[in-house]
């Protein structure tokens, strides 16, 4: 913003300064004669010029992108309009001015326009390239005051006219010598227009000291004031026109060709300023002493840049072994780094091949993945889970890939869900997977997979099992509570039976037992016996009762006969009864404890009863054998069958005959199933342990009946 306001009011400024130059060269070209014979005329016009020009100067102070040496050119404008009041003063009291001592104040204004040379090289120079330049200027400066003052010098003048000639040479070739220098080294714009403004400033200090020194200055002369008006005015201008470049882009930048031509200058000078002096010696224009001043100056100044050169070239050498130093010690660092490095190198190819071992090596999948979900690389175990080549899976699409294989859905959400299923031959393979996110530039995520398949169905096994035995226990809790009903409706069935009948009957029979023996004491014996007679037929009828009962518990002829006659008669009654074709099947047997031959007719009873109840079948087979320490009990029939998955609905239904039976025999040890299909009829296989030492014992193999 500043920047666009100081480019902004420069145009308004420079209007006036170009209206003032332009009156004040109207001024020496139309009023030439009005000026040089109007007192004070002349010293007024540099005058205002110079105060016009050193506020335009000041002002500019007040934006930021005024020049670092804006204040001293101020001051440097400043001071010239000083000397031309000074001059006014003298032309309006006619004083007689000459040239003295007091001269030497104007090297006061000369170092006032130095100071910003000083400035420009401090911001834009090294400071061994100002030390080199300031031995250039100096040496022009001494050769160029010395051309000058043997110029200006009158020939035999005394020593105020030789003092202020040698002030006036030395401020113009100090300063021409200045901003010179600053234009070989810093070609720009400004320090081209400066140049320029010196050179006038130079020329009318040259005129005014031609005249000055002879004692015949005249005020008026355009040759002296209107060159420093006008420079005092391009000081103004260039200050206010051109703004200073920002510190990112501060130009110019030091010319490469500016050393050589400066130094060649400067020692070209020297050389012309030696040969004037000698010219000037053998025409007598010089004395010697003075000419032999000059020429210690010259040396002087030559052998001071020669000190410069040297004392450069030393520190240039210096610096170049310190530099070849530190080389050398950078260098035996560098072999130690390079030896580190190549450890680390060896380490971290060492660490490489390891996880590449690693990764290779791992059971589980390894799959990394970019941003856009391609797989970067896979281990074999990965491949080997979805039967690709490791060619063939990477710099491939995730969504590609599960695309190509035989997998379901879920495996393409696999990076995101976790869960995913893949299909080998008609069975399911089950994955999970955790995904961690790989820091780096792009970053990357590092999939794991695992088949899970072995735990997966162990788990579902486990359930599976546990939702078995839940469901056992809640068949046993059912058995248990019809046994139990079942236990009890027995027990009440045998008391009523027994009250009924038995207890009964023998009630009776004691009663009539008193009877008789009343009739006996009576004498009445005939009717006695009788009675007695009824009374043996009646506890007959009820032993043969409790024989009935007693059978309900423990049939005789399993009592009495043993497990394969019982079973052999239980199986023709039941083909008798209810007009069924049977087989009976028996094999070598051993000797069968009477508590296992109980349940082997219970359950070959239950099952008679049924598939009397639900089988329809036309044909039973009964087969009975004795292996490897264990009865086997097979009862099968060709009716129609029942889903086995609905057996425990049957049992929920009050159909507890198959869960009796298979309860009874796990009870004893022993293994129970059943295999049934519709429509092909049911099998029912129980096994049983035997406690007893096998004792073979024959029996008819093969009978039907």
């Not at 009291?93 to 170092?111: E, I, K, N, Q, T």
């Not at 000639?165 to 401020?171: D, E, K, L, Q, T």
Request: aromatic share 6%; charged share 25%.
């Amino acid at each position: 913003m500043a920047t666009a306001t100081a480019r902004t009011r420069a145009p308004l400024v420079t209007p006036f300064l170009l209206l003032a130059g332009i009156i004040v060269v109207a001024a020496y070209t139309v009023r030439a004669d009005q000026v040089r014979s109007t007192d004070g005329l002349g010293s007024a016009i540099l005058m205002g010029a110079s105060l016009i020009s050193a506020i335009a100067i000041f002002s500019r102070l007040r934006y930021p992108d005024a020049w670092p040496a804006t204040r001293w050119l101020g001051f440097g404008v400043l001071g010239l309009a000083a000397t031309g009041a000074m001059f006014l003063y003298h032309d309006l009291s006619h004083p007689v001015a000459r040239p003295g001592a007091f001269d030497a104040a104007f090297l006061l204004l000369c170092v006032l326009f130095l100071i910003p040379v000083g400035i420009e090289f401090r911001d834009h120079l090294r400071p061994d390239d100002r030390e080199e330049i300031a031995a250039d200027v100096a040496l022009l400066t001494v050769a160029g005051a010395t051309v000058l003052y043997l110029l200006l010098r009158p020939t035999g003048s005394p020593a105020a006219e030789a003092i202020s000639s040698a002030v006036f040479a030395i401020a113009v070739a100090a300063a021409i010598s200045a901003y010179g220098a600053l234009v070989l080294w810093l070609p720009a714009r400004a320090h081209l227009g400066l140049l320029v403004a010196m050179l006038g400033l130079g020329w009318g200090t040259l005129a005014f000291a031609d005249q000055w020194v002879d004692g015949v200055y005249v005020q008026g002369r355009p040759a002296v004031e209107l060159p420093l008006a006008l420079s005092a005015l391009l000081i103004a201008v260039l200050v206010n026109v051109l703004p200073r470049r920002p510190a990112r882009d501060r130009k110019p930048r030091p010319t490469p060709y500016g050393r050589p031509i400066l130094t060649t200058l400067s020692v070209a000078a020297a050389c012309g300023a030696l040969a004037l002096i000698a010219t000037m010696e053998t025409n007598l224009r010089v004395e010697q002493e003075q000419g032999t001043l000059l020429i210690g100056l010259l040396g002087a100044a030559v052998a001071l840049r020669i000190l410069v050169n040297q004392v450069r070239g030393t520190n240039a050498t210096r610096a170049v072994q310190e530099a070849l130093d530190q080389k050398e010690v950078a260098l035996r660092e560098t072999d130690k780094a390079l030896t580190r490095l190549r450890r680390a190198n060896e380490t971290l190819r060492e660490s490489e091949e390891r996880l590449r071992t690693v990764f290779e090596a791992a059971v589980d999948g390894i799959v990394e993945l970019d941003q856009k979900d391609v797989i970067v690389r896979a281990n074999e175990a990965f491949c080997r889970m979805i039967e690709l080549p490791q060619s063939l899976v990477e710099g491939q699409p995730w969504s590609a890939l599960a695309a190509s294989i035989e997998a379901d859905e879920s495996f393409g959400g696999l990076p995101q869900t976790g869960q995913g299923t893949l299909r080998r031959e008609g069975h399911a393979i089950y994955l999970e997977s955790r995904t961690s996110e790989i820091p780096g530039e792009p970053p990357r995520r590092l999939l794991l997979v695992r088949d899970v398949t072995a735990s997966r169905v162990a788990d579902q096994t486990i359930r599976s099992l546990f939702k078995f035995l839940q469901d056992r226990d809640e068949d046993r809790t059912r058995i248990m509570r019809r046994t139990n009903a079942a236990i009890e409706s027995e027990r009440n069935r045998i008391a009523r039976d027994l009250h009924d009948g038995p207890v009964q009957g023998v009630s009776a029979a004691s009663l009539s037992m008193e009877a008789v023996l009343l009739m006996l004491r009576a004498g009445d014996i005939e009717v006695g016996t009788e009675v007695l007679s009824k009374v043996r037929k009646e506890l007959s009828e009820e032993a043969d009762n409790l024989r009935r009962l007693m059978s309900g518990l423990r049939p005789p002829l399993l009592e009495e006969r043993g497990l394969i006659p019982a079973l052999r008669e239980m199986l023709n009654k039941y083909g008798r009864d209810f007009d069924v074709q049977t087989e009976f099947v028996g094999r070598p047997n051993v000797d069968v404890p009477s508590d296992l031959e109980t349940l082997a007719y219970r359950i070959v009873q239950e099952a008679l009863s049924n598939s009397n109840k639900h089988a329809k079948a036309t044909r039973v087979t009964l087969t009975v054998e004795a292996v490897g320490g264990q009865l086997q009990i097979e009862v099968a029939d060709n009716g129609v069958g029942f889903d086995s998955a609905q057996a425990r609905e049957y049992l929920k239904m009050g159909r507890v005959g198959l869960a009796s039976m298979r309860e009874r025999v796990e009870l004893a040890n022993g293994t129970f199933m059943v295999h049934s299909t519709p429509e092909k009829g049911t099998t029912v296989l129980a096994t049983l342990p035997l406690d007893a030492v096998p004792a073979p014992r024959e029996f008819a193999a093969n009978e039907a009946s």
